[in-house]
């Protein structure tokens, strides 16, 4: 019996750790269903609410705690159950977990950049990781970069890590769009074009870089360029609204908050290029949703960046507001650039898919 922690993927909104765990958990029970493994599943989740129908159709105990739900009431029903694998889709493993358990690690951006942590929680995922890290049978690395920490940080032996990449979600054609705007709201479809940020609103993504790099772009573009940063808050949101607030062109710089799958599918399709450009990474998501809507990437050269995007895009200094502004403007002045890198863009897509992540992912469980 192979339990799997299924928590994260009924988080609502969905940002990176919870797209990853619903995409993950949905293809492990297909790729479970093509080896006739399917039975052998156990999902431990804590409420009905919102359950995909996907995983209605393996094994679901709900779990219910109003608190310590993976170290309290998951942990308790470890021991109990004693399944003969466990898998966890984030870095926390919990007490009383199999000695045969498989977690999967993000980043290690708090190890790198604490200042862009509020102390308590960079505390915190520093004991969960190191001990989940220390426990676990095998440690699933998002990245080649993210190994290298995890080796670093934690002395795991680097025989013990596995790296699984992401996949990318395939575009949703039907339901209902909406949008909770933290600032204003944007008229869609927009006439005025735009640049398009997709990620939490804090300052690990190198949000005030982005800000300065757009300023510098307008003043030596004449066209009506907006920026759009769509996602949920996060560590530093208040001082960036300010940063926003202060902005000679701030009137063209949109926060819209969380933005559900159909609204950011569209920003997607009419964005005139995607900009990635954080300090850390632990894979970064996005810059492949945005190529598979043939749109051209600017992102950081740091962290997993360069190794998930090749030569697929532009990379660029993270802490040089020119050299970004730069590349925007190559972009929008010369379209044979722009339209060389979507073509790149959709031939960097084939080396990932959810598919080939839940195969590797249900090939390491099986070899414990």
């Known amino acids: 019996m192979i339990g ?74 470890l021991f109990w159950d004693n399944p003969d694998i466990f898998f966890n889709p984030e870095q926390i493993l919990p007490l009383f977990a199999p000695k045969r358990s498989v977690v999967t690690v993000h980043d290690l951006a708090y190890q790198i950049y604490p200042h862009f942590y509020p102390p308590w929680h960079r505390r915190y995922l520093h004991l969960v990781t190191k001990h989940a890290t220390k426990r676990a049978k095998k440690v699933i690395a ?23 990449y992401h996949g990318f979600r395939p575009h949703q054609e039907s339901g209902v769009r909406t949008v909770k705007a933290e600032v204003n709201t944007f008229p869609l479809p927009t006439r005025q074009p735009y640049f398009l940020f997709v990620g939490r609103i804090e300052y690990k993504k190198n949000i005030f870089h982005l800000i300065e790099a757009f300023e510098l772009f307008s003043k030596k573009v004449n066209e009506n360029f907006h920026l759009l940063l769509v996602g949920p808050p996060g560590f530093g949101f208040k001082t960036i609204k300010k940063r926003i607030a202060a902005s000679p062109v701030r009137k063209r710089i949109f ?55 090749g030569r697929s895009a532009y990379l660029v200094n993270p802490q040089d507001p020119e050299e970004i502004a730069s590349k925007m403007i190559e972009l929008i002045k010369q379209p044979k650039i722009g339209a060389y ?28």
């Open 341 to 368: 890198l979507v073509k790149k863009g959709y031939e960097n897509l084939k080396r990932f898919s959810w598919e080939k992540s839940a195969k590797e992912t249900l090939d390491i469980l099986l070899s414990l």
């Open 142 to 164: 998002v990245s080649e970069r993210t190994k290298r920490d995890i080796a670093k940080f934690y002395g795991i032996p680097q025989r013990n890590i596995e790296v699984v």
């Open 4 to 77: 799997i922690n299924a928590k994260p993927a009924l988080q609502n909104p969905r940002t990176g750790l919870e797209e990853y765990a619903y995409q993950l958990i949905t293809h492990l029970i297909l790729e479970a269903r093509k080896r006739a493994l399917e039975k052998y599943l156990l999902l431990y989740a804590p409420r009905w609410t919102a359950m995909p129908q996907e995983f209605l159709s393996v094994s679901l105990k709900i779990l219910k705690a109003p608190y310590l739900w993976t170290q309290g009431r998951l942990a308790l029903q």
């Open 255 to 309: 926060l819209l908050g969380f933005a559900d799958e159909l609204l950011k599918n569209e920003l997607y399709q009419h964005a005139k290029g995607f900009l990635l450009v954080s300090f850390y990474e632990g894979f970064g998501l996005p810059v492949l949703e945005a190529q598979s809507f043939g749109v051209p990437v600017i992102a950081s050269n740091t962290s997993s960046l360069p190794e998930v995007l």
